[in-house]
């Protein structure tokens, strides 16, 4: 059983900045990922960090998220900074089960554990 657990959501006023850790699975071998759910919308992928360290965003957060992981302390990170008022949703990590192709990263589909999720909400 993996488990994956998100924290470091919250509100914010536009232009400030979060950070969310998610605590993985000591391995560091699989895709990890960060996606988000808008309120009334599908999820949607934010970035994803494969073990290689070949990183990939989403074009809505390029230069303004940034994706990490540190397996010394089985840790995924997404540092969000110039956040807007449509960054607002929960967001939740995910990991992949066997290697995805990075054209399909940012696919929901292709990631089989994920977290609870944190609330980020962004305020104008």
């Known amino acids: 059983q993996v488990e994956l657990v998100e924290s470091g959501g919250g509100s914010v006023q536009a232009g400030g900045s979060l950070t969310l850790s998610c605590a993985i699975p000591?391995?560091?071998?699989?895709?990890l990922a960060w996606f988000r759910e808008p309120p009334g919308k599908e999820r949607e992928g934010v970035a994803a960090?494969?073990?290689?360290?070949?990183?990939i965003y989403a074009e809505s957060v390029k230069g303004r998220f940034t994706i990490s992981r540190d397996n010394n302390k089985n840790t995924l990170y997404l540092q969000m900074n110039m956040l807007k008022p449509e960054d607002t949703a929960m967001y939740y990590c995910?990991?992949?089960?066997?290697?995805?192709?990075?054209?399909?990263?940012?696919?929901?589909?292709?990631?089989?554990?994920w977290g609870q999720g944190t609330q980020v909400t962004v305020s104008s």
């Open positions: 960090i494969a073990s290689d360290g070949a990183v």
């Open positions: 995910a990991q992949g089960f066997n290697w995805i192709p990075p054209w399909a990263r940012l696919d929901p589909s292709q990631y089989t554990y």
């Open positions: 000591p391995y560091g071998k699989f895709c």
